[in-house]
């Protein structure tokens, strides 16, 4: 039972994390107009440095970020260049880099896991039917706010940190 519960915890986690990294690829207008402040709110460093990159349109933020996948994928929308997408070593992630890089949804259906194609295909296409394909309803609320921008659905995230990441963004 704690294996499975620890299992549990550890795919949730990498769904979070995998969730952010679409999130940070993002090209849309609600991320170049996020107030820096927001930023501080989030605890988790590697996600506070995403954000002030993305908010400051500083790259040197991203080269603060310890997880290597996360600071590509930093790199790759600061400085629009999709070469840091293929230094990702988690094939979804790096899919997901490629998708909102090169603006193809065509790298979401690569994609394995259930939850993160429907949220790369969201923010592909712009359409939030593929959120309602999340089948976890924290992932599906991120998914429902950054596509509808409307942070009400910030707001019925229960995990602390995925739901001031939701608001910051």
Same mark, same amino acid.
């Not at 990498?14 to 991320?31: G, Y």
């Given at each position: ?24 690829? $993002? ?5 170049? *107009? ?8 989030? !605890?988790?460093? !590697? ?5 002030? *990159?993305?908010?400051?349109?500083? =790259? ?5 970020? =310890?997880?290597?996948? +996360? ?10 260049? !999709? ?5 990702? +070593?988690?094939?979804?992630?790096? !899919?997901?880099?490629? *998708? ?21 295909? $969201? ?20 998914? @429902? ?16 940190? @995925?739901?001031? %990441?939701?608001? *910051? %963004?």
């Amino acid at each position: 039972m704690y294996q499975e519960n620890t299992r549990n915890h550890i795919i949730y986690l990498a769904c979070c994390m995998l969730l952010l990294l679409i999130s940070l690829l $993002a090209s849309s207008a609600q991320v170049d *107009a996020r107030d820096e402040s927001d930023c501080f709110q989030i !605890n988790e460093s !590697n996600a506070k440095n995403a954000c002030l *990159a993305n908010a400051k349109k500083d =790259s040197s933020y991203c080269y603060q970020i =310890s997880n290597s996948d +996360s600071k590509n994928a930093c790199l790759a929308k600061l400085k629009a260049d !999709n070469s840091y997408c293929y230094q990702i +070593s988690d094939y979804d992630a790096k !899919n997901a880099c490629l *998708a909102a890089s090169k603006k193809e949804s065509s790298y979401c259906h690569q994609m394995n896991q259930a939850n993160a194609k429907n949220a790369c295909l $969201a923010e592909a296409k712009g359409e939030v039917s593929y959120c309602f394909q999340i089948n976890h309803s924290d992932e599906k609320n991120f998914c @429902l706010a950054k596509i509808k921008k409307e942070n009400s659905y910030c707001h019925h995230i229960s995990q602390a940190d @995925l739901k001031r %990441r939701c608001l *910051a %963004r």
